[in-house]
């Protein structure tokens, strides 16, 4: 494990002056940290203890619409660990990163969570956290899926080019795109329905979204849906949800009947017939180009 220790800024500060914050830090070592937490790793470890390459210990976290209990997240060279604190104790889960089908970060006004599904009989997990911690969690996920995919194994494809994005998306995918990683391909859309026709139809139109693709993954960011009672567990009309579709596993496209104005593609993922899914909305009049995109994927990844 690297000697560097990483932490938030507001983390230290409430360090210097002995108040407990709810701010997730990272630490350096398994001996650093609860009592707890420190034994249940090492056994879960074993002789793995000494490949461990980042921790993330998380206070009980709780805001509106949303909760998690106090935790570690820890990630060795090939797979993830999660031990969370329970009623009877600290208990573990853990999963290899070639496990991971989706690896989902959304972000809101207060508060951040990261969900890991995995294929196949392996866990999945859910981290709430607070926004402060949000540099923690995106590097725990870049280490994630440059793990997960291996090396990249495509000779000189084209390179998208960035400048018919808007701004908030250039920016966001200048945040969440893996260091290194160069995107091949891009689409975006735009939210159709005037402001308040989800009131008319009692239901959000498809959020504004772009997804592009890396040699490693497939990364779609989207706006959280709007609308009275639509929102998910969580979300908020402002923030962002990234989603990481690791390109080493097989990938299938369906659609669903139109509605409203939108089609919803499903992003089948993994050994077919599939068992993980993905699902996007993205309004009819724009979803060509996207299909045409995320068809492309789905066959370099067969």
């Known amino acids: 494990m690297t000697g ?49 390459r ?57 508060g951040g969570q990261l969900r890991i599904q995995s294929i196949g009989s392996a866990p999945a997990c859910v981290i709430g956290f607070n926004m402060v911690s949000i540099d923690l969690f995106r590097e725990a996920v870049f280490m994630i899926i440059a793990g997960s995919a291996g090396e990249s194994q ?72 709007t609308g009275k009672g639509k929102q998910r567990r969580g979300e908020s009309p402002h923030g962002k949800i990234v989603t990481y579709l690791p390109r080493h596993h097989a990938l299938t496209l369906r659609y669903e009947p139109r509605s409203r104005g939108d089609q919803a593609l499903i992003l089948g993922i993994g050994p077919q017939p599939a068992t993980e899914h993905h699902a996007l909305r993205i309004p009819v009049r724009q979803a060509g180009s996207v299909i045409e995109l995320l068809s492309s994927v789905a066959e370099s990844a067969s």
Request: hydrophobic content about 50%; some cysteine.
């Open 154 to 225: 495509s000779v000189n494809p084209p390179v998208a080019d960035l400048a018919p994005l808007s701004f908030k998306f250039r920016t966001a995918l200048a945040e969440q795109i893996p260091p290194g990683e160069v995107i091949r391909g891009l689409r975006s859309w735009e939210r159709e329905l005037p402001p308040l026709a989800w009131l008319l139809f009692s239901r959000p139109a498809a959020p504004s979204g772009v997804a592009a693709v890396t040699d490693r993954c497939l990364c779609i960011i989207t706006d959280p849906q």
């Open 54 to 110: 980042f921790l993330i210990h998380s206070p009980a976290f709780d805001t509106i619409g949303q909760s998690s209990p106090e935790n570690v997240f820890a990630l060795t060279s090939r797979r993830w660990i999660l031990a969370a604190r329970t009623h009877a104790g600290v208990a573990c889960s853990a999963a290899p990163f070639a496990s991971a089908a989706v690896v989902e970060l959304t972000m809101i006004l207060l």
């Open 4 to 52: 560097i220790l990483r932490t938030s800024s507001f983390g230290r500060q409430a360090a210097a002056v002995g108040r407990a914050l709810p701010f997730s830090e990272s630490v350096d070592s398994l001996d650093a940290l609860p009592e707890a937490f420190a034994a249940a790793l090492k056994a879960e470890l074993s002789d793995e203890a000494c490949d461990v």
